[in-house]
């Protein structure tokens, strides 16, 4: 039943698109997804989304944004072979943030869960939901190349190319979606057509990549997820995912011009200086799967949209195309999930100023995950950027959360909440967590250590 129009057409169908069509499919007849690759009908790495062969974090709180929209898909991911972490489970996360390693040991209090699996494997299952739904149509193998506006400046079509050849043509529509990732054309757009383009905010990370597929043939790890962040004097680190079918993603990273190797032994050499030196005998014994996959992310960027004083009828902005954050936090699915929950929300409310309200919205959505993440990045002194007061004070403050954490789960609980967006940031100001941390600070001096190691993760003020 069609509440706001006959048409939606979103551009791009990854993870972000994929989301919005799924809301959108509720509100309009029809809803076409247009993709420039050919969508692959199993898990299938893509040239459209190379960010597939390095590791993907889903969030906890990404996973219940898409439980929400897709009834049973959690259970779907585990029957497929997911790695599923619940309850005690959750030992099997060995997390190094900002070089104090978390202790996850114990029944958590309120229940949360942790979803591993290769970015492949996700994106095909949110697909396939996708594609099962009566009135949305996948226009893969197709540009999109250009957004067509009327006389009252309302976009109302979208130019699209076959990339095999053929004319082009033009696809009406009630609302058009930019969900074309980071590299979306909606700034230029908005500036040919008189709108301006919206103010970014930028943080040069300048993130290189390196993963490995593996499988190991005995001497398999104990963790099914390790994480070892960057810190100061190490701005690079690496982390080991347990995904489904038996396979293993090794993925190095550094920032600011570290550039971790290319080749596994090198691989393995770079994550000896920090991950514990059992876990890298395992890794030697390794089988790879397939070649080493590199990639290189300058920097994290966030539009913002929602400040325009103008914006046109008829067009959205969705997922990375709004904000691209830095890869290493992990929330780029998350925040997206999070957006199409919005976006059914502002569809319950209307069309009318549609625009305005979810780009609002959406900024709402962003707002946490991009301060814990500039947060973490400019705590780096090797990262460029201006460091105001909240950052200063707010960083300040993580740094003694992380140092109780090492020594109290339920600190370590509330963090590991925040961090997966399931709790919002202000829990970790809750008087029974600001004493617990006020103690872990106490409890360090008197041991003589240092209360603050080193800053590498921040919550947002
Ligand atoms: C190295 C790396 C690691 C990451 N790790 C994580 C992680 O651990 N956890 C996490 O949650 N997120 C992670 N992300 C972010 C995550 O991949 C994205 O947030 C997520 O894919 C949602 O993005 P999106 O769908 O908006 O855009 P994208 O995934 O970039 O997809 C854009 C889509 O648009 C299509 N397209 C582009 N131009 C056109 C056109 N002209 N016409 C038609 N189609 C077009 C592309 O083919 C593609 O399918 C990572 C990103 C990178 C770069």
């Given at each position: ?97 900002g070089?104090h ?298 740094q003694r959360v992380l140092t109780a954490a090492e020594d109290?789960?339920?600190v ?25 941390v006020?103690?872990g600070a106490?409890r360090r001096?008197?041991?003589?250590q240092p209360a603050h190691a ?8």
């Amino acid at each position: 039943m069609a509440t706001i129009g006959e048409h939606a057409v979103v551009l791009g169908a990854s993870m972000g698109g994929l989301l919005a069509g799924r809301v959108l499919s509720d509100y309009f007849d029809n809803v076409t997804l247009v993709e420039r690759d050919v969508l692959p009908d199993s898990p299938a790495q893509r040239r459209g989304v190379p960010q597939g062969r390095h590791a993907h974090g889903l969030l906890s709180g990404g996973l219940q944004a898409l439980a929400r929209l897709f009834p049973g898909l959690p259970e779907e991911l585990a029957a497929d072979g997911a790695t599923v972490l619940a309850g005690t489970d959750l030992s099997l996360v060995s997390l190094t943030l900002g070089g104090h390693t978390l202790s996850l040991d114990g029944e958590p209090s309120k229940p949360i869960e942790s979803y591993l699996a290769s970015r492949p494997f996700l994106e095909a299952h949110v697909r396939d939901r996708v594609r099962a739904i009566d009135n949305v149509h996948i226009l893969d193998g197709h540009d999109a190349v250009e957004l067509l506006m009327d006389d009252t400046r309302r976009v109302t079509s979208v130019l699209v190319a076959d990339r095999n050849g053929g004319p082009g043509r033009a696809i009406a529509a009630d609302l058009i979606v930019d969900a074309m990732g980071r590299a979306g054309r909606t700034p230029a757009f908005l500036e040919s057509a008189g709108f301006g383009r919206p103010a970014e905010d930028r943080i040069a990370v300048a993130v290189a990549y390196s993963s490995q597929l593996l499988r190991f043939a005995g001497n398999t790890p104990r963790d099914r997820l390790t994480l070892v962040g960057p810190v100061p004097e190490r701005p690079y680190g690496g982390s080991l995912f347990a995904y489904e079918d038996d396979t293993w993603l090794l993925t190095t990273a550094g920032m600011n011009g570290h550039e971790p190797p290319g080749d596994l032994p090198g691989m393995i050499d770079f994550v000896a200086e920090f991950m514990a030196p059992e876990l890298v005998e395992s890794l030697r014994g390794a089988q790879p799967l397939g070649p080493v996959a590199t990639f290189r992310y300058p920097a994290s960027v966030r539009r913002r949209y929602e400040r325009m004083v103008r914006f046109p009828d008829g067009l959205l902005v969705f997922g990375d195309a709004i904000c691209s954050f830095n890869p290493v936090y992990g929330q780029g699915m998350s925040v997206a999930a999070l957006e199409a929950l919005a976006l059914r929300d502002c569809l319950d409310r209307g069309a009318d100023d549609l625009g305005r309200r979810f780009l609002r919205a959406a900024a709402g959505c962003t707002n946490t995950a991009w301060q814990m993440a500039s947060g973490a990045d400019l705590a780096l002194p090797e990262i460029p950027g201006r460091r105001p007061a909240s950052i200063r004070v707010s960083n300040w403050y993580t740094q003694r959360v992380l140092t109780a954490a090492e020594d109290d789960p339920v600190v370590t609980e509330a963090f590991f909440r925040v961090m997966n967006l399931v709790d919002p940031p202000s829990r970790l100001l809750h008087p029974s967590i600001v004493r617990r941390v006020a103690l872990g600070a106490s409890r360090r001096r008197r041991s003589g250590q240092p209360a603050h190691a080193k800053p590498a993760v921040a919550v947002p003020h």
